[in-house]
């Protein structure tokens, strides 16, 4: 079984940085992509940014710039800097690992941590 675990969420003022963390454990042969999501009340889940195993990253177009991807291969763990905060940033953000374990290759998710971005 896999298991992922974010961590570093809170209320952070606008302008402000969070730092978000996410490990994956388990039986885990190889991890492909790591990413971020993230949901508002009312709204889809969105992507707001993904890394490859090559260290390849792509980004929502609302957080170039102000966002930064990162991965540990050796500790499967995956960040997000989050910097220059906005109101609008305020969501659950969730983590999600898409790897090859004793139960195939899938996608897991994290269980979302939140993130506050008072005005």
């Known amino acids: 079984q896999v298991q992922v675990v974010e961590s570093g969420g809170g209320l952070v003022q606008a302008g402000g940085s969070l730092r978000l963390s996410c490990a994956a454990s388990?039986?885990?042969?190889?991890?492909?992509?790591m990413g971020w999501y993230r949901q508002a009340p009312g709204k889809q889940r969105e992507l707001v940014a993904v890394i490859n195993s090559g260290g390849m990253s792509d980004y929502a177009e609302s957080v170039k710039g102000r966002f930064t991807i990162s991965r540990d291969n050796a500790k499967n763990t995956v960040s997000l800097q989050m910097n220059s905060l906005k109101p609008e940033d305020t969501a659950v953000y969730y983590c999600?690992?898409?790897?090859?374990?004793?139960?195939?290759?899938?996608?897991?998710w994290g269980q979302g941590t939140q993130v506050t971005v008072s005005s």
């Open positions: 999600n690992i898409n790897c090859r374990s004793w139960n195939g290759l899938k996608t897991y």
């Open positions: 388990g039986s885990i042969f190889s991890v492909n992509a």
